[in-house]
């Protein structure tokens, strides 16, 4: 938790909370969404330099005593304007989408007055398990958190330290646009592109990411959550 945001958490009159939400669906096929809850906004609301849009949210079963079994939260968002249709029917209900929740204050939200996007909460990693409710109007998902898998290894993939796995977008020239049929990389800002050396280019053609943190720190901002795929932390080992 950030320094200042403990702070504030500890006075008797706290400012007005923010909670969003990433869905990022790409590695069930499917797209990222952000949004945040209505019953706070009504429009749009930007934090980290990513674009939150309000929908009816409830979420709830996060809590955690710090013993015992993980929680299994429940999420459940509005249909009405049939945003995660598509997902639902095409991505096999959504199933294995990751939902990362973040709690802010509103005070720390880009364009305030006292904006800060390293002000937050520690974020709550959960996984779509299984569809409970699909009606016109709601959509709802159980949860489980994102370690808690049962007959599933640590890590499920190859360890790297200094290298990202995720696949980044590519440039098609015969279309003249991005392509992100394949990509799971979330990065889908097209006004900045990057060379393979980490220096700017104004050339979309040109975009391309080094796959490692110094690159997505470019990327995604140096105090944003990092989608980095490698493992920092994992120790060289060097052979004799």
């Not at 706070?40 to 309000?54: A, H, K, L, N, S």
């Not at 013993?67 to 009405?80: D, E, I, M, Q, Y």
């Not at 006292?114 to 709550?124: G, S, V």
Request: one cysteine or more; a negative charge.
């Amino acid at each position: 938790m950030a320094d200042k945001i403990q702070g504030l958490s500890q006075k008797l009159e706290l400012p007005e909370y923010v909670s969003l939400f990433r869905l990022d669906a790409t590695g069930i096929g499917a797209s990222v969404y952000h949004f945040t809850q209505s019953r706070y906004e009504e429009t749009m609301i930007r934090w980290q330099g990513q674009d939150f849009v309000p929908i009816d949210v409830e979420a709830e079963g996060f809590e955690w005593t710090g013993t015992g079994p993980l929680p299994t939260p429940t999420l459940r968002v509005s249909n009405v304007n049939q945003v995660f249709k598509s997902l639902v029917i095409n991505h096999r209900d959504g199933v294995g989408a990751v939902l990362t929740r973040w709690r802010t204050f509103r005070v720390y939200l880009d364009e305030e007055a006292e904006a800060d996007p390293a002000e937050f909460h520690p974020p709550d990693v959960y996984e779509v398990q299984r569809k409970a409710v699909q009606t016109n109007r709601v959509i709802e998902w159980e949860l489980s958190a994102a370690l808690d898998q049962q007959a599933i290894s640590l890590p499920a993939r190859q360890v790297l330290r200094d290298a990202c796995s995720h696949v980044y977008r590519r440039w098609d020239s015969t279309i003249g646009d991005f392509d992100y049929t394949n990509a799971t990389c979330p990065y889908q800002d097209e006004t900045r592109f990057y060379k393979p050396d980490n220096t700017a280019t104004a050339n979309p053609a040109e975009d391309y990411c080094a796959k490692i943190q110094a690159a997505c720190k470019l990327h995604f901002g140096a105090n944003a959550l990092l989608p980095f795929r490698g493992f920092p932390g994992a120790a060289r080992v060097r052979v004799r």
